[in-house]
């Protein structure tokens, strides 16, 4: 499975990006997808996820913020993030699962500025 992500960049506090991460290649199998950020000095904690049947979880510092979608058709989940805060600002990564095998993205910079 291959994950390619885009959509980070650098915003001001309060703005909004929009995360996207297409899946290719062995994907027959992939059940939940999701979004993990490392922050430096920070152990990587998972942001949001979502599996096929579309139930999502969130971490509650991004809850009411942040949206995780996807599209089946297109492999695709994307991450609304709204009301960005600095405290948002991190490496984020497309993760999938299937079966047993996690799957990582190459990560996208999103950077927060006060």
């Known amino acids: 499975v291959q994950l390619v992500e885009s959509g980070g960049g650098l915003v001001q506090t309060g703005g909004s990006l929009r995360l996207s991460c297409a899946a290719s290649g062995s994907i027959l199998g992939i059940n939940v997808m999701g979004w993990y950020r490392q922050a430096p000095g920070k152990q990587r904690e998972m942001v949001a996820r979502i599996t096929g049947g579309g139930i999502r979880d969130y971490v509650d510092s991004v809850k009411g913020r942040f949206i995780i979608s996807r599209d089946n058709a297109k492999n695709t989940v994307y991450l609304q993030m709204n009301g960005l805060k600095v405290e948002d600002t991190a490496v984020y990564y497309c993760?999938?699962?299937?079966?047993?095998?996690?799957?990582w993205g190459q990560g996208t910079q999103v950077t927060v500025s006060s």
């Open positions: 993760n999938v699962v299937k079966g047993p095998l996690h799957y």
